[in-house]
């Protein structure tokens, strides 16, 4: 999607902030994405964690993809746009009686559990409905994933998943519960990962672990690798899909992958962060002392990353054709962490100028919140 191709009429006719979706692409990543599993006959459950945007979940579920959920919320709302139940899996530290409940309504197929605690409330609720819940043991396999703090989940002091130490004691408590089926284990080591070697570091971990649980006599019918690969949010038009093809020829070459056994990916920010951008109009350009300010209607309540994160966004004036010069970019929030970019070269900045903040597609509208009453961001989408 280069700068030219912007529908800039209609941009212009849409209520600011909104967030515009390049539907040609997302469709594009989904024909390699299907390209990739397709050859090694993996299965991908998108994580709707990344965007649960009904029309963006209503293309994805179409195209016969699975949904991966973290909450009640989401198993709903992938239930509304069209996915199966026997196709969406249930993660999360904390669930809830309710949300727990609601998978087991419908069958879904399978609850990720991450905790001996949550493993005996859902054998508990699973006997009092006559069910038998099928699962996945989330194993925190103490994989660094080279990425920021804030989005790594699979070292030994992360909340999420169960320690390799205490698995004995969790196989041991399964031997004595009748209404919980063991499938597999279950594994996510983070987010926005770009060095493939960190995935060869947990096809090792998989591959010992396969070991220790079959010679408890148990079968692993599925292994979930969750998701993490990193996409190139400083060259989006330049590589606008990312490298599904050497992602999972990775695993292809490093999972000891048993006879009739199944692998799962649950690829998020990958599959929908290129096809999105956050759409802002200019309000001023402030003069200051030293810099100069780009101050948008958008703020960090429509795209919270560069505040929470630190994370890069491309940003374009989209609308002048002026010479460059330097500005910070910034919103109107009453915080100084309002900032989407320091220093960032633009095309010369006028009042009404359009600006798009680029790779927003996965944890932007999804993430976006009312501090200051704000409402919320509006929507588009090229077809």
Same mark, same amino acid.
């Given at each position: 999607?280069?700068?030219?191709?912007?529908?800039?009429?209609?941009?212009?006719?849409?209520?600011?902030?909104?967030?515009?979706?390049?539907?040609? /692409? &997302?469709?594009?990543?989904? @024909?390699? #994405?299907?390209?990739?599993?397709?050859? +090694?006959?993996?299965?991908? *459950?998108?994580?709707?964690?990344?965007?649960?945007?009904?029309?963006?979940?209503?293309?994805?579920?179409?195209?016969?993809?699975?949904?991966?959920?973290?909450?009640?919320?989401?198993?709903?709302?992938?239930?509304?746009?069209?996915?199966?139940?026997?196709?969406?899996?249930?993660?999360?530290?904390?669930?809830?009686?309710?949300?727990?409940?609601?998978?087991?309504?419908?069958?879904?197929?399978?609850?990720?559990?991450?905790?001996?605690?949550?493993?005996?409330?859902?054998?508990?609720?699973?006997?009092?409905?006559?069910?038998?819940?099928?699962?996945?043991?989330?194993?925190?396999?103490?994989?660094?994933?080279?990425?920021?703090?804030?989005?790594?989940?699979?070292?030994?002091?992360?909340?999420?998943?169960?320690?390799?130490? /205490? &698995?004995?004691?969790?196989? @041991?408590? #399964?031997?004595?519960?009748?209404?919980? +089926?063991?499938?597999?284990? *279950?594994?996510?080591?983070?987010?926005?990962?770009?060095?493939?070697?960190?995935?060869?570091?947990?096809?090792?971990?998989?591959?010992?672990?396969?070991?220790?649980?079959?010679?408890?006599?148990?079968?692993?019918?599925?292994?979930?690798?969750?998701?993490?690969?990193?996409?190139?949010?400083?060259?989006?038009?330049?590589?606008?899909?990312?490298?599904?093809?050497?992602?999972?020829?990775?695993?292809?070459?490093?999972?000891?992958?048993?006879?009739?056994?199944?692998?799962?990916?649950?690829?998020?920010?990958?599959?929908?962060?290129?096809?999105?951008?956050?759409?802002?109009?200019?309000?001023?350009?402030?003069?200051?002392?030293?810099?100069?300010?780009?101050?948008?209607?958008?703020?960090?309540?429509?795209?919270?990353?560069?505040?929470?994160?630190?994370?890069?966004?491309?940003?374009?004036?989209?609308?002048?054709?002026?010479?460059?010069?330097?500005?910070?970019?910034?919103?109107?929030?009453?915080?100084?962490?309002?900032?989407?970019?320091?220093?960032?070269?633009?095309?010369?900045?006028?009042?009404?100028?359009?600006?798009?903040?680029?790779?927003?597609?996965?944890?932007?509208?999804?993430?976006?919140?009312?501090?200051?009453?704000?409402?919320?961001?509006?929507?588009?989408?090229?077809?």
């Amino acid at each position: 999607m280069l700068k030219e191709q912007f529908p800039i009429d209609k941009l212009k006719e849409q209520v600011t902030p909104c967030y515009y979706y390049d539907i040609v /692409l &997302l469709h594009r990543t989904l @024909d390699a #994405l299907q390209t990739e599993l397709d050859r +090694y006959g993996y299965h991908e *459950h998108y994580a709707v964690k990344a965007n649960a945007n009904p029309r963006i979940l209503a293309e994805i579920a179409r195209r016969g993809f699975g949904a991966d959920c973290v909450s009640g919320g989401e198993i709903q709302a992938a239930l509304d746009a069209g996915f199966p139940p026997e196709r969406i899996v249930f993660a999360g530290v904390g669930k809830t009686d309710r949300e727990i409940d609601l998978g087991l309504e419908h069958d879904i197929a399978c609850f990720n559990v991450e905790s001996l605690a949550e493993l005996r409330v859902l054998n508990e609720r699973a006997a009092a409905r006559g069910k038998t819940a099928r699962i996945a043991l989330r194993i925190n396999p103490d994989v660094d994933a080279h990425t920021h703090e804030k989005i790594t989940t699979g070292k030994r002091e992360n909340k999420f998943g169960i320690n390799m130490s /205490l &698995l004995p004691g969790i196989f @041991d408590s #399964l031997a004595d519960m009748r209404n919980v +089926y063991f499938t597999g284990i *279950h594994f996510h080591i983070g987010s926005q990962i770009t060095d493939l070697f960190v995935f060869g570091d947990l096809c090792i971990r998989a591959n010992a672990l396969q070991d220790e649980i079959e010679a408890r006599g148990l079968t692993v019918e599925s292994l979930n690798f969750g998701g993490g690969l990193g996409i190139d949010y400083h060259h989006p038009d330049e590589n606008p899909i990312p490298d599904f093809e050497n992602y999972f020829a990775t695993f292809h070459q490093l999972v000891k992958q048993r006879p009739g056994q199944q692998i799962h990916f649950e690829l998020g920010r990958a599959v929908v962060a290129q096809c999105g951008t956050l759409i802002s109009k200019v309000l001023y350009m402030k003069e200051g002392e030293e810099k100069k300010f780009a101050v948008l209607d958008a703020g960090f309540t429509d795209l919270i990353r560069p505040a929470m994160y630190g994370a890069y966004h491309r940003i374009e004036n989209i609308t002048s054709k002026g010479g460059m010069d330097i500005y910070d970019v910034v919103g109107p929030i009453c915080e100084s962490s309002d900032v989407f970019g320091q220093d960032v070269g633009l095309n010369e900045v006028r009042r009404n100028d359009l600006v798009a903040l680029r790779s927003a597609g996965a944890y932007g509208e999804i993430m976006a919140s009312q501090y200051n009453c704000r409402p919320l961001p509006k929507n588009c989408f090229s077809e």
